[in-house]
């Protein structure tokens, strides 16, 4: 379904970074996986794709650094000629009650979370525009929706990565780009695997459907997403969250 295509997926050593890089290689998209922090997990991601007859780079760089950003979309576009489809997942949290977080945490998220996405899209925007299409998908959060106690800068960021998804899509549309967002819910991922049990059993609670999601779930969106059968979608928002936000 995506043959030939070039993804770019951002923070993809990991979680749903990771998912979402395993399922667009298996449907035939070449995968650069995007890192920041530990070469040793993006390594092992591209291994288990490449294993399975998928092609796959790693490429080191903090998408909160506009520069680097654009150094590392300027390599990948010299080598491969094109990208199709953006992923931008890349996020970090800085949990704590607002009267107590730090400008430095503050800062921290929203400079990976929402200005890493802005990043980006800003230096992928030329070539999108050269090529008159691309896909862009930006994954926000149900905290960007709802709101969460202790998650004022994360909540902040991905309702701006929101916001952020339906301007892009605005501006873009007339050439033929798609931007839209996925908002997963609660997601079984390494984080959360380290959550004590009767908090995950508490937030399990608030789900319609009764069960903590799959980052497969999240992945699978992301197919739909880069693929020719959404493209009369754009600037929307996909809440994949077991019914979190209704």
């Known amino acids: 379904m995506l043959t030939d295509k070039i993804a770019l997926v951002t923070g993809a ?79 970090i949290t800085r949990d704590g009650l607002l009267m107590k977080m730090s400008e430095e945490d503050f800062d921290a998220v929203i400079d990976t979370n929402l200005k890493g996405a802005f990043n980006t899209i800003r230096h992928m925007s030329r070539y999108f525009l050269k090529q008159r299409s691309g896909k862009i998908i930006n994954i926000s959060s149900v905290s960007g929706i709802l709101g969460n106690a202790g998650q004022a800068n994360y909540s902040a960021s991905k309702a701006g990565v929101i916001g952020l998804t339906k301007s892009v899509a605005r501006e873009l549309a007339s050439r033929g780009i798609n931007a839209n967002a996925i908002a997963p819910g609660f997601i079984a991922t390494d984080m959360t695997e380290a959550m004590p049990e009767e908090v995950k059993a508490k937030m399990t609670e608030t789900i319609p459907l009764g069960r903590i999601g799959e980052t497969k779930n999240i992945a699978d969106m992301a197919v739909f997403l880069a693929s020719d059968k959404s493209d009369y979608i754009t600037g929307q928002v996909f809440a994949v969250d077991g019914g979190m936000t209704i």
Do not use: F
């Open 13 to 91: 050593s990991r979680g749903i970074g990771a998912a979402i890089a395993k399922a667009l290689a298996a449907e035939g998209a070449t995968v650069i996986i995007n890192y920041n922090g530990s070469k040793e997990k993006a390594q092992a991601v591209a291994d288990e794709i490449q294993a399975a007859g998928g092609n796959v780079q790693i490429y080191q760089c903090s998408v909160s650094d506009y520069n680097a950003c654009g150094e590392m979309i300027q390599e990948l576009i010299k080598k491969y000629k094109r990208i199709d489809i953006l992923v931008n997942n890349a996020g």
